[in-house]
């Protein structure tokens, strides 16, 4: 018996071994990111995050002496359309993108489109340290599309409602609410513009709610009844087009610009992504210390957004060096601030040593944040499918 | 010899490849999986996408209406102005305020004019008793008006410019005398007899401004509709949408904007045409007044009076907005001013004014080489001067967004990893006829005997050209110099492709952040870009008065 275990222990590490000459180890990993500059293609339109990405790059510079750059987008679309435009062109190696911030649409394209490399994340240290990939469907299900290691975990989103309470006293916590809230208060309503991602979300967000079944929104679109289960969505927007904001003739651009018609107090509810947004916002003296966020009643939709690197990236191994900080307990609680983002943590609280716990639990919560017990019920993103059919959807009915 | 061959392939390789990258997949070519489909489903695809006919026709509609609003107001202007002193001022300072940067001048009229912008709480609430800014369209709207408002912005000074250099010529104000010998009143000569003769010289300009704005990207993205936005945006989604498979379309697309540029070009030509012979007619028959001519003109000059007002207060609301700390609806001031916002952004601000800067330079400094070059070529072959000239202008009226997308997937193909060259070449592209324009006339009017004779005198080619010729053509290449840094400054869609989203100007950044950014951080962007060519023509303006004694003062300090 004895014989039989020590026999089996050897053949495990044989195999652990050849794992090892497979996988490089992450010692080889620093050595080579060393002196290695990643272009991070980011979304670069909120100065907070923007800043929190500079902090990243001071960080991973001292430390592991890899420059990072940060590559603004205004869409992460754009940065998909290089890589693409590289594979077109037969540049398999020397790409001009080396980690992208991505999830979704953008991720489907990529993976499916061959652009990627990896599976990498769950090699890196802090992902087998302190991510627990089955504490939320987001982490292993980017808007169903299996994410196998081809991104590693970054943040995670919940749609906020933001309103003021020196004009609103009691905001609509249902869609149903919204449109009658819209209907008394003609122009003051609106969303941002599919197939902007928080504007699709907003559609997602709506059917959820309207729908006779919302469990048919798993599943893939080609395989459902589309116009049927979609019917209560076009009519609900039908009837608020026309009192929404400047009568539904256009759309915000973002959840900034949201923001910013609230501060003017053109419209009276904004949307976010971010929890903290509105925190950080009066922060900087951006909206009145009077707007406060609110979830819906019946929940908001949530997900995961994470870090990739393309196929031909010349910085894989400084790119994977910036993944696996990211994933730090200390770049996490950071960017958990919400005077610095706001963004949630991807890690598990209870997989975290004590000192570590300690920092998350002395992060200050913005006067206009919502705890995590008050942003109540998460729901599920739809099947992936699906936002580009509702956004094929809105195109047609209200895009032209 | 040599050198001219090689600038002219310098500046049209690019167009020929690019126009070859865009027309492969209009055929049906699929980049990606480098398959061919059918070339009828890729144009029958195009034209089932929900948002084409009305896209079209917004274009065609913002596009022609802007075009003949800024001719309209632009003649009339110098039609009331350019025997005036204060014509010759506005000749003047035209070319300084073309030089501002259109995106700039575009996120100060969306300041401006938005429900919530100056123009609204100069009114509000004591007059409107608006507390909140109203719920009107009053920018993006779906007729394009803002958007028209803009573009007739950015081209009437343009103009102007090019107009007053034609009224300033002989046989105009021998005209202008005569009939006015002859009874009839200045502005119906204007009216009548003169648009023929201000149409022949104006029809390249025309054409250039009227192929800009029906492809214009940047200032459609601030002021222009969305759902759907203007043909040119409409595309710049579709080539960068992730769903890959619209490369196609967007090709075939871009290919069916530029048969919109030709075709709008050539019904222009037509309708000029039977309006010009409809005015001959008019003059033959002698009458001395035409009210409805004249008050349309007056009408016209009051517009454009008010549309260079619009510009001021645009403008001028951009570093308002710059060092407001907190400014709600309907207050008209800020409640309170601080430099925070210029503190906390100085770091990218001076980075991206350094980029904007080295671009310029870099783009005006090999534009006034291969100008000077083929200057000389033309004035030695003097039957192609009209030919390079012409071949030169083509970057200006082709639209960009179709060969500069080819030019995208090309540039890959050849591994050039260069941002910064790249985007310095493309800027070149369209930096180069705007200063061989504004050479042309000076260096082929240069009294060659001077050159000759200092020839003779001292045997160095090379150091007399420098010398003497070149020196005493300084005022016109110190003002070529600040109108293609100018240019190079407005560049949006080049730096874009050019500099694979790694380089980042003034231009880019305002653009980006014009309609979603904070408008504190916006404004002083737009700020920064916009003076920046205003200094550049200050210093051309000043530079070439001091160089000589400047020099003089260095070469012999105790003279």
Redesign the interface.
């Known amino acids: 018996m004895k014989k039989l275990a020590i026999a089996l222990v050897a053949a495990m590490s044989t195999y652990a071994m050849a794992e090892n000459a497979n996988h490089p180890s992450w010692s080889d990993t620093l050595m080579k990111a060393k002196g290695q500059t990643v272009?991070w293609?980011a979304w670069?339109?909120a100065?907070n995050i923007n800043d929190y990405i500079q902090w990243v790059a001071d960080r991973v510079e001292d430390e592991y002496q890899v420059q990072l750059?940060h590559?603004?987008?205004?869409?992460?679309?754009?940065?998909?359309?290089?890589v693409?435009?590289?594979?077109?062109?037969?540049?398999n190696d020397?790409g001009?993108v080396d980690l992208i911030w991505i999830n979704g649409?953008?991720f489907r394209?990529?993976k499916e489109?061959g652009l990627l490399f990896g599976p990498f994340a769950e090699t890196l240290p802090n992902y087998q340290t302190y991510v627990t990939a089955s504490a939320r469907q987001s982490l292993t299900q980017d808007f169903g599309t299996p994410v196998e290691g081809m991104e590693s975990p970054w943040g995670m989103a919940q749609v906020v409602f933001m309103y003021d309470t020196a004009t609103l006293y009691e905001p609509p916590k249902s869609m149903h609410a919204l449109l009658d809230y819209a209907k008394q208060h003609?122009?003051?309503v609106t969303y941002p513009?599919p197939p902007q991602f928080l504007g699709s979300t907003f559609l997602k967000q709506a059917l959820s709610e309207l729908t006779d079944d919302p469990s048919k929104l798993q599943q893939p679109v080609a395989s459902q009844d589309f116009d049927q289960i979609t019917a209560p969505l076009w009519a609900f927007l039908d009837e608020l087009h026309p009192v929404a904001?400047?009568?539904g003739?256009?759309?915000?651009?973002?959840s900034?610009?949201m923001m910013?018609?609230l501060?003017?107090?053109?419209i009276d509810i904004a949307l976010s992504f971010d929890v903290s947004a509105a925190s950080v916002q009066i922060a900087?003296?951006?909206l009145?210390d009077t707007v406060r966020t609110y979830v819906l009643d019946g929940g908001t939709i949530g997900n995961t957004h994470f870090v990739a690197i393309p196929f031909n990236s010349s910085a894989k191994e400084g790119a994977q060096v910036v993944a696996n900080f990211l994933l730090s307990p200390e770049a996490q609680a950071y960017k958990q601030e919400p005077t610095v983002w706001g963004d949630l943590s991807v890690l598990d609280y209870h997989k975290l040593e004590p000192k570590d716990q300690a920092r998350f639990d002395n992060i200050p919560k913005g006067i206009a944040t919502l705890s995590l017990g008050e942003l109540g019920t998460t729901l599920p993103e739809p099947h992936v499918s699906w936002m580009?059919a509702l956004e094929q959807g809105w195109?047609?009915r209200?895009?032209? | 010899m040599a050198g001219f061959i090689g600038v002219l392939l310098l500046a049209f390789t690019p167009f020929a490849v690019g126009m070859i990258s865009i027309l492969l997949p209009a055929l049906g070519w699929q980049p990606l999986t480098n398959t061919w489909v059918d070339t009828q489903h890729v144009w029958l695809e195009l034209w089932q996408q929900p948002e084409l006919v009305n896209a079209l026709l917004r274009t065609l509609v913002s596009g022609v209406v802007a075009t003949l609003l800024a001719l309209v107001c632009a003649y009339a202007l110098v039609a009331k102005l350019s025997q005036t002193q204060f014509g010759h001022w506005l000749g003047a300072v035209a070319a300084p305020l073309l030089s501002i940067p259109h995106s700039a001048a575009a996120i100060g009229l969306a300041f401006l004019l938005a429900p919530s912008g100056w123009l609204f709480r100069l009114v509000s609430p004591w007059l409107t008793d608006w507390q909140r800014p109203p719920n009107l369209i009053t920018i993006q709207d779906p007729y394009t008006l803002s958007l028209i408002l803009a573009l007739v912005l950015k081209e009437m000074p343009y103009l102007v410019f090019v107009m007053m250099a034609i009224a300033r010529q002989d046989k105009i104000r021998q005209l202008l005398t005569t009939s006015q010998q002859l009874g009839y009143p200045p502005l119906i000569t204007w009216g009548k007899l003169l648009p023929t003769l201000f149409y022949r010289e104006l029809r390249l300009p025309i054409f250039i401004v009227l192929s800009f704005n029906l492809t214009v990207v940047d200032v459609a993205q601030i002021l222009g509709p969305d759902t759907p936005p203007t043909f040119a945006v409409l595309l710049l989604h579709w080539f960068q949408d992730p769903a890959i498979d619209r490369i196609p379309i967007a090709s075939a697309g871009a290919l069916l904007l530029l048969a919109l540029v030709a075709a709008v070009s050539i019904g222009w030509e037509l309708c000029a045409r039977s309006l010009l012979s409809y005015l001959k007619n008019l003059t033959l028959t002698g009458s001395r007044q035409q009210p409805l001519l004249e008050w349309g003109l007056r009408f016209a000059y009051l517009l454009s009076l008010l549309l260079l007002a619009l510009a001021f207060l645009a403008l001028l609301v951009l570093p308002i907005w710059g060092f407001a700390q907190r400014w709600r609806f309907p207050d008209l001031w800020p409640q309170s001013w601080s430099f925070d916002t210029f503190w906390r952004i100085q770091q990218p601000l001076l980075e991206l004014t350094a980029n904007t800067f080295m671009l310029g330079v870099t783009s005006v400094m090999l534009a006034l080489l291969a100008s000077l070059l083929l200057l000389e070529v033309s004035r030695i072959l003097t039957r192609y001067t009209s030919l390079i000239m012409i071949l030169f202008y083509l970057p200006l009226v082709l639209p960009q967004i179709g060969f500069l997308f080819g030019i995208h997937i090309s540039l890959i193909v050849i591994e050039l990893h260069h941002p910064f060259w790249t985007t310095a070449y493309l800027h070149w592209l369209y930096v180069l006829p705007y200063v061989l324009l504004t050479l042309k006339g000076p260096y082929l009017a240069f009294n060659q005997n001077y050159l000759d004779e200092a020839i003779r005198l001292r045997p160095h080619p090379l150091r007399n050209y420098l010398g003497i010729k070149l020196a005493m053509l300084k005022p016109a290449l110190f003002t070529a110099t600040a109108i293609g840094f100018a240019v190079s400054v407005a560049q949006y869609l080049p730096t874009l492709i050019g500099g694979e989203g790694r380089l980042s100007t003034l231009t880019t950044e305002a653009v980006a952040q014009a309609v979603a950014g904070d408008r504190k951080r916006v404004g002083l962007v737009a700020m920064t870009q916009a003076l920046l060519p205003l200094l550049a023509f200050l210093l051309a303006a000043l530079l070439p008065r001091i160089w000589t004694p400047l020099r003089l003062r260095l070469k012999y300090p105790h003279a």
């Open positions: 272009y293609n670069g339109g100065d750059e590559v603004k987008l205004t869409d992460t679309a754009h940065a998909v359309s290089r693409l435009a590289e594979k077109v062109a037969g540049q020397n001009s649409e953008n394209a990529m489109g003609p122009g003051r513009r904001w400047r009568s003739t256009t759309f915000p651009g973002s900034e610009e910013r018609l501060d003017d107090q053109e900087q003296g951006n009145p580009e195109r047609e209200y895009a032209n």
